[in-house]
């Protein structure tokens, strides 16, 4: 249960600080901002609860943890459950910050959701999926035993940045169904409307992403 309350908190923390920035911040920090937001909040999340849970934050990480071997089934319900719930209660918190803007706040008109316009569907779709693929092999490829230095956190964040900075304008760079659950429930319509990809996608490229780890091809033995 330790776990499960660690991966709440840290999920929470990613989506309240990474979206808070999207929904307060994006006009000062630019998308440059947005990605380094949620970068550098695994970072510290990393040092903060890797020790009790590995971090993972993300159901799509668990599942990549799943495929590979080094989590049980009854553990990924676990963590994806306390991900998603974490998700929840951020983006509910930043609703109740956002209703007290002057002149009043709509979360319809834009709730830090992820989403695809300029691109296809199929676009969004095929960048979530190679994106969090990748995602999972660094995560996977980093944390093995044999390998730590310490700079886990760090590497693991600077790839979320670098996601971000390739795909903000693609699909929205979400590679993580609880950072995109939440917010959808807020805005709804559209976001909710395709909330699907932000699951099904960022899911398959976590199990490539174990599948390919598993092969040996990312790992140390």
């Known amino acids: ?95 109740l910050i956002a209703s007290g803007r002057v002149g009043g706040f709509d979360p319809s008109n834009g709730f830090a959701t992820n989403g695809w316009s300029d691109y296809s569907m199929m676009s969004a779709f095929a960048f979530e999926v190679i994106a969090t693929a990748i995602f999972i092999m660094v995560i996977l490829g980093a944390t093995q035993d044999g390998v730590t230095t310490g700079n886990e956190g760090l590497i693991i964040g600077l790839t979320l940045v670098v996601i971000h900075l390739a795909g903000i304008l693609v699909s929205g760079a979400s590679v993580n169904p609880a950072r995109s659950i939440g917010p959808a429930l807020f805005e709804g319509g559209r976001a909710m409307e395709q909330l699907w990809l932000y699951i099904v996608a960022p899911l398959i490229g976590g199990a490539i992403g174990g599948v390919i780890h598993k092969s040996g091809i990312t790992s140390k033995d």
């Open 1 to 95: 249960m330790k776990r499960y309350i660690a991966e709440m908190i840290g999920t929470f923390t990613l989506v309240f600080f990474g979206c808070a920035t999207v929904i307060f911040m994006v006009g000062q920090v630019g998308l440059l901002g947005v990605a380094f937001a949620f970068g550098l909040t695994v970072v510290a999340m990393a040092y903060a609860i890797g020790h009790v849970s590995g971090a993972h934050l993300n159901p799509a990480v668990s599942l990549g943890a799943l495929v590979a071997g080094q989590l049980d089934v009854k553990d990924f319900i676990g963590y994806a459950v306390a991900q998603v719930i974490g998700g929840i209660i951020a983006a509910f918190a930043l609703y």
